[in-house]
């Protein structure tokens, strides 16, 4: 079975890393003031890690069977 959860969530974290990171290795690269945004970069990395981890939880997230609601089989 294809899942399109994971698949979504891969494309996304790339599309966002990239659009993060290169920008931020051209400025590095080509100006004199971009050394200073390594001082960034443990920072950015961080922020990529977290989101990857949000987009596994979501990727990984158990959608609740179809007709069954939570407050119909609550116990009374």
Wanted: proline share 8%; glycine share 10%.
């Amino acid at each position: 079975m294809f899942r399109l959860r994971p698949v979504l969530a891969v494309g996304l974290w790339l599309l966002v890393a990239l659009g993060v990171v290169v920008p931020l290795v051209w400025l590095i690269n080509n100006r004199d003031w971009g050394v200073g945004l390594m001082l960034l970069v443990p920072f950015i990395v961080y922020g990529l890690m977290r989101l990857g981890r949000l987009l596994e939880a979501w990727a990984n997230a158990r959608q609740p069977p179809s007709g069954i609601s939570g407050s119909d089989n609550a116990p009374r």
